[in-house]
C-alpha cells in the first residue's frame, strides 16, 4: 500500500459535491488529487479518461471537496449500449475514497448515481482497487451493490512484485530459471532502450505478430499512439524495445504513479526468442519503475484461480491467461485477487435485457473458442 497522505477532512466542515466533464473540475486538479490518494490508480488518472475519450466513451470526474480540496472521487467513464439499451457507466479501479468512513462512502455513492443517472446509464459499474475480502463484499452489498454478471472487467487475478529492496534482492526473490533468464538475455546481446514516438509502428508490428501468434485481441494502432502521448511525456509511462544487433524483438508498456507500477501491453517476435528478450525487457521496466520511487510492480493479469490450481496446472493448460501466468509467475510476484466487478441498477427492465445480452455474446464467442466476456464493449485497459 502507498504511504501517500490524502486530504482529511474537517470533521466541523461541509462536504460539497463537484461533478463535472472536465471542465469545471480540472485535468491538473484532479489529477493532484490522484497521485496524493493512499489507492492511486492510473485507471482513474486524467489522462486515462482522455485515452477512452478518443475512442468511443465520454469521461466524466465526480468529486466530494472540503473547501478547495478533494476528499474522495471516481472517474467515470461511459459507453453507449448496444439495442438502444442507454448507457453504461463504469469506475475502473475506483472511487478513491477513505472505505472506512461510511458517511464519506455513502455522500459519494449519491453523487455518483445522480451522474450516472443525468447521462442515462442503465447501472453503474465499480471495480475498486480492494482486495476480495468478505468486509469489502459486505460493504459493497450494504450500498446496493450485487456481482457484475461478467465478474470483472480488468484481471481480477495478478502477480505484484515486490520492488521495494535492492536489484540483487528482487532478482534473489525471482524464480532461479526466470533470473537466469534475465542474465542470459544480456549474455546473449538483448540490448533494451527506451523507445521514442517514432518506433511506435515497430511496436505496432510486434503486437499484431504476437496477437496472431497468440490468438489474443489488440488495439488498433492509434490507441497505442495516443496512450504514448498521452503518459509518456509527463513520465507517466515508458515504452521499452528490446533489440538483438539492432533489430527489434519485444518491446512492452508500462505505467507509473509510484509507489504502483502497471505492465499492460507487451509484445514479441518469432525472431531470436531463444535470447529471451521478454525477460530482459520485464527486469528494466521493473528498473525503470523502481528510479521513479515505486515499490511494486503489477503485472496485470493471470488465470483467476488460486495459487495451488494455477501451480498444480500451468504446465498443462492453454489459454485464458495460462500462458502469460508460465512468464510472469517466475518473477517472484505475490498472488492478489480484486473484489471484482459490481453493480448498481437504475433500471432494472433494460438492465436484465443488457445481461441477456452479455450472456448471448458469451455463449457465441465461446462456440468460436474465444473466452473473453468483455472484449466486444472494449472495456478493459
Not at 461511459?78 to 462512502?105: H, I, K, M, N, Q
Not at 496477437?211 to 509511462?237: C, K, M, N, S, T
Not at 441498477?345 to 465461446?366: D, G, K
Amino acid at each position: 500500500m502507498a504511504n501517500r497522505k490524502s486530504p482529511i477532512p474537517n470533521p466541523q466542515s461541509t462536504i460539497s459535491i463537484l461533478h463535472s466533464p472536465f471542465s469545471i473540475l480540472s485535468p491538473d486538479t484532479w489529477d493532484r488529487f490522484v497521485v496524493s490518494h493512499p489507492a492511486a490508480h492510473v485507471l482513474q488518472s486524467s489522462p486515462w479518461g482522455a485515452l477512452k475519450a478518443q475512442f468511443g466513451w465520454a469521461a466524466e470526474r465526480v468529486a466530494l471537496t472540503d473547501g478547495d480540496a478533494i476528499v474522495a472521487g471516481a472517474q467515470v467513464l461511459y459507453r453507449r449500449l448496444p439495442a438502444g439499451l442507454g448507457r453504461l457507466a463504469y469506475v475502473p479501479r475506483g472511487p478513491l475514497v477513505d472505505w472506512a468512513a461510511e458517511e464519506e462512502v455513502r455522500a459519494l455513492w449519491e453523487a455518483l448515481e445522480r451522474a450516472a443517472r443525468a447521462r442515462g446509464a442503465i447501472a453503474l459499474t465499480v471495480e475498486p482497487d480492494l482486495p476480495d475480502e468478505p468486509l469489502h463484499r459486505e460493504r459493497l452489498q450494504g450500498f446496493g451493490f450485487h456481482p457484475a454478471p461478467f465478474n470483472a472487467i480488468q484481471p481480477r487475478r495478478t502477480l505484484v512484485v515486490d520492488i521495494s529492496s535492492g536489484e540483487e534482492a528482487i532478482l534473489a526473490a525471482m524464480k532461479s530459471k526466470t533470473r537466469y533468464n534475465v542474465r542470459l538475455a544480456a549474455r546473449k546481446g538483448v540490448m533494451v532502450r527506451e523507445a521514442a514516438e517514432a518506433d511506435l509502428p515497430t511496436f505496432h508490428a510486434l503486437m499484431a505478430a504476437t496477437a496472431a501468434r497468440d490468438q489474443f485481441g489488440i488495439h488498433i494502432p492509434a490507441y497505442y499512439e495516443a496512450a504514448y502521448q498521452l503518459f509518456v511525456p509527463r513520465g507517466w509511462a515508458r515504452l521499452l524495445l528490446a533489440e538483438v544487433d539492432s533489430q527489434p524483438v519485444a518491446a512492452l508498456m508500462a505505467f507509473a504513479l509510484p509507489p504502483q507500477a502497471w505492465y499492460f501491453y507487451g509484445a514479441s517476435a518469432d525472431a531470436h526468442r531463444e535470447k529471451m528478450p521478454t525477460y530482459l525487457l520485464q527486469w528494466e521496466a521493473m528498473r525503470w519503475a523502481k528510479s521513479l520511487g515505486c515499490t511494486a510492480y503489477d503485472l496485470w493479469g493471470v488465470p483467476d484461480e488460486d495459487e495451488a490450481t494455477l501451480e498444480a496446472h500451468f504446465t498443462e493448460r492453454e489459454g485464458d491467461l495460462w500462458s502469460v501466468y508460465r512468464f510472469k509467475r517466475g518473477f517472484g510476484g505475490r498472488l492478489v485477487r480484486s473484489v471484482g466487478a459490481w453493480d448498481r441498477v437504475y433500471a432494472p427492465a433494460r438492465y436484465r435485457l443488457y445481461r441477456w445480452l452479455l450472456r448471448i455474446r458469451s455463449e457465441t464467442r465461446f462456440s468460436r473458442k474465444r473466452s473473453d466476456k468483455t472484449r466486444s464493449l472494449n472495456l478493459r485497459t
